[in-house]
């Protein structure tokens, strides 16, 4: 079990009528039922509104560090990376339009591991008329394993392994064909393909 509580600030600039500029910083505690917990601190900064011609949303990207208390068996207890968030939208025109969305984070796996996470998106849809839609979806995200170096877990089978010896990339794509009846009845058929890759 994880329980996670968080505080953030963050000051807007309004820097012309379509842009605004922000500077944040966020507070993170996390508490495992394993008797471990970990601190983040992330100081971000980035802009709000329109990012460039035709491209509006919100980016930001800064710097964060993650302190480790409890258990940790093996490696350094504190660990530091760049962060990022964000999402973009682009009109293709009237009808099609492509949303972006990149994450870059600390967490915490069901294994109470501490992993940096870094994903991307790209989704697509097209409104082909008043009832009928299509929506596409591409996703790649890594995950990189913090601490505890060459710790395994012996299981029946091969072990797993933990720490910065191990990462996992994935990728997916997910496909849609959508059809609106009226307000009431709404169908979606979908499609999804997905595939892991591991280091262990």
């Known amino acids: 079990n994880l329980s996670t509580y968080s505080a953030g600030l963050d000051l807007f600039h309004v820097f012309s009528t379509e842009r605004d500029l922000i500077v944040g910083y966020r507070y993170r505690y996390g508490d495992t039922s394993h008797n471990t917990s970990s601190t983040d601190h992330s100081f971000s900064a980035g802009v709000h509104g329109k990012i460039i011609r035709g491209i509006n949303g919100t980016l930001r990207a800064g710097y964060q560090y993650r302190t480790q208390h409890g258990q940790v068996t093996l490696g350094e207890s504190t660990y ?63 995950t990189q394993f913090l601490g505890t170096s060459g710790r395994t877990i012996l299981d029946p089978g091969p072990p797993i392994v933990y720490g910065p010896e191990r990462h996992d990339d994935y990728l997916s794509w997910t496909t849609a064909v959508n059809y609106s009846m009226n307000e009431h009845l709404k169908i979606s058929v979908n499609y999804l393909w997905f595939r892991n890759w591991s280091t262990s």
């Open 80 to 142: 530091r990376s760049w962060t990022a968030s964000g999402s973009a939208t682009y009109a293709i025109n009237k009808k099609a339009n492509l949303a972006l969305t990149l994450a870059k984070d600390f967490s915490t796996t069901a294994t109470d591991s501490s992993v940096d996470v870094l994903t991307a998106s790209l989704d697509a849809q097209y409104a082909y008329s008043s009832h009928w839609s299509l929506t596409s979806s591409f996703t790649w995200g890594n």
